[in-house]
């Protein structure tokens, strides 16, 4: 049996040679965002904010797993009722598509993007164009356009415009039949992103390259008259730049020595990126034991993964931590969410983040390289001899993170994610921390933090007893011993608003009720699932929060 999957133009699908009738646009929109995220693991809530945005139906549950089902049966036809799938795989509160890259047109579209950023330059813009050639249209062209509005399909879009402009950045150095090329893809994307300066920049420059300095010039002019007469912005330096190197192409692989980026400001030298720490930090005090001490003579360039599941807190105490040790590092603190799990943003790249933290250390725009490899390489020597703390945040895997790791000693990274990163405890030394449920004398301090002591006393003494299956140790798990579930409950007392309807919680544990505030007839909850089903079900129904703070 083989399957095939195209998503970089319509959704399809082929099992041998067979085209296969994907269903109705919901169905095929769950396909689509499956594709985008082979191989990874989507959460329930994830797919249904994906799907329906913030008003799901009350049915929204059973209609995905019946879409699920549906395709199941597509692609695996002889799968028995009880059968488990080894394509759509059920897993992590949610389902995983489990197919080869080489079967994906996306995931072929990511690979040769990340062989270009490896590679010689000569070859990268024939690279970077035949990943462009995988496309057929629009990511997901036949779903619904409120669908294909989210930002998980918007930022797959984002992605092949990147490859464009980097298409465009190698043409030159390709020869001139690859300009040649590379020019018609230029073109279509710099008409459609008419207001893209360093797209039409790098449309310039191709333009120059394969003799048409004219042309070059009118694209200027053009763009030149759009920002001033709609905008009433003078063009940014990318523009400015190509449009000197079109007039002295003398001046090709010079570089402005001040380079005005418009903003104002000078570059940052001593970055200081950490977020904000939690006012109401508790607990873990045992993980805090376990993390490295940062106060000795600096060695080895120091790593430490912190896992978990989602809202286990592993954001808050890797910024609570660095918080804590940034005064050992006098040469600044980076930090950088890499959107590894977010339900409607696509990962950063490693060249994205790294052009992120270079621009920070204080390189132009101007002086990043174009290659990963190289990249990496200046990253790594500017940190060298230098003591700084480094934070990764919400990392997908391994591989998204070995780029950003320095090389020379004294610096510190700390990694956080979903995904047990053993090739980092492997390869690279790494300590590895990974995150429980909150113990109960914790999860209440989280409480009487946030609310006051007194207040949790009461409420928690209003709160009938739990169910005889759940006594003992497991009966006062507030908030199901999840952070953000826990800090969930104590945002809604206390701001005196009912952020989780009442009336819309079908599952809730005693215990959570005193909590959550809502009446005690609603049922009681099924005891083997308790806690996770009743915190997904009430952050589910609320219409006020968003989903996408649930993620951890």
């Known amino acids: 049996m083989a399957l095939r999957f195209s998503v970089l133009g319509p959704v399809r699908a082929w099992l041998n040679d067979t085209e296969l009738e994907l269903g109705p646009p919901k169905q095929r929109a769950l396909l689509a965002i499956l594709l985008i995220n082979a191989g990874h693991p989507l959460s329930l809530h994830e797919i249904i904010a994906v ?31 009880r059968g488990a799938s080894s394509v759509l795989v059920r897993g992590s509160g949610g389902y995983r598509l489990d197919v080869e890259p080489a079967a994906v047109d996306v995931l072929r579209f990511r690979e040769l993007r990340r062989v270009a950023e490896r590679g010689e330059p000569a070859a990268a813009a024939g690279t970077l164009l035949s990943a462009l050639e995988l496309w057929r249209g629009p990511v997901a062209a ?117 380079p005005d980026r418009g903003t104002g400001q000078e570059a940052v030298k001593k970055p200081a990126q950490l977020p904000a720490d ?58 950088i969410d890499l959107h590894g799990f977010h339900p409607s943003r696509a990962m ?10 270079l621009g920070a250390l204080g390189v132009p725009a101007n ?29 997908r895997d391994s591989e998204q993170v070995r780029p950003l790791l320095p ?8 990694v956080t994610s979903r995904h047990q990163l053993y090739d980092l405890v492997t390869g690279h030394g790494a300590t590895a921390i990974t995150l429980e449920r909150l113990p109960s004398a914790d999860a209440i301090e989280l409480l009487s933090r946030r609310l006051g002591a007194p207040r949790v006393a009461r409420e928690a003494a209003a709160a009938p007893p739990p169910p005889p299956r759940l006594t003992g140790s497991a009966a006062p798990r ?16 206390r701001t005196g608003r009912s952020r989780i309807r009442p009336g819309g919680c079908r599952l809730v544990h005693p215990c959570c009720r005193a909590v959550l505030g809502v009446p005690l007839g609603l049922g009681a909850l099924v005891p083997q699932r308790f806690p996770d089903r009743a915190f997904r079900c009430c952050v589910r129904r609320s219409r006020s929060p968003s989903r996408s703070s649930w993620q951890g």
């Not at 799901?56 to 549950?61: G, I, L, M, N």
């Not at 950063?348 to 933290?357: C, E, K, M, T």
């Open 407 to 414: 090389g020379a000693p004294g610096c510190l990274t700390v």
């Open 51 to 81: 799907l329906w945005g913030g008003e799901p139906p009350d049915t929204a549950d059973n209609l995905v797993h019946r879409y699920v089902g549906a395709l199941r049966r597509l692609f695996e036809p002889d799968l028995t009722g």
């Open 142 to 258: 036949d779903i619904p356009a409120e669908v294909r509005m989210r930002p998980a399909f918007t930022l797959v879009e984002a992605e092949r415009l990147a490859v464009v402009r980097s298409a465009a950045e190698h043409a030159p150095a390709a020869g001139a039949e690859m300009a040649e090329r590379v020019l018609l893809v230029v073109r279509q994307a710099a008409a459609e992103h008419r207001l893209d300066e360093l797209l039409q920049a790098r449309l310039m420059l191709v333009l120059a390259a394969t003799g048409r300095q004219a042309e070059a010039l009118e694209v200027y002019r053009a763009t030149h008259r759009l920002l001033t007469e709609d905008l009433g912005l003078d063009p940014g330096p990318d523009l400015r730049a190509a449009h000197q190197l079109v007039l002295r192409p003398e001046q090709a692989g010079e570089t402005d020595p001040e």
């Open 367 to 395: 002086g990043i390289p174009a290659t990963l490899e190289a990249q990496t390489a200046l990253f790594r020597s500017l940190l060298a001899g230098r003591r700084v703390l480094i934070v990764l945040d919400n990392a």
């Open 478 to 493: 507030w908030g199901g011993g999840v952070p953000r579930a826990a800090d969930l409950c104590g945002g809604t007392r």
């Open 348 to 357: 950063i790249s490693p060249a994205d983040a790294l052009h992120s933290f």
């Open 278 to 335: 939690l006012a109401v930090f508790a607990g873990r005090r045992h993980e805090l034991d376990l993390l490295p001490d940062p106060t000795g003579e600096p060695g080895p360039a120091t790593v430490v993964t912190i896992g978990g599941m989602g809202g286990s807190g592993k954001t808050t105490l890797a910024v609570h931590w660095a918080h804590r040790i940034a005064e050992h590092f006098p040469d600044g603190q980076l930090y």
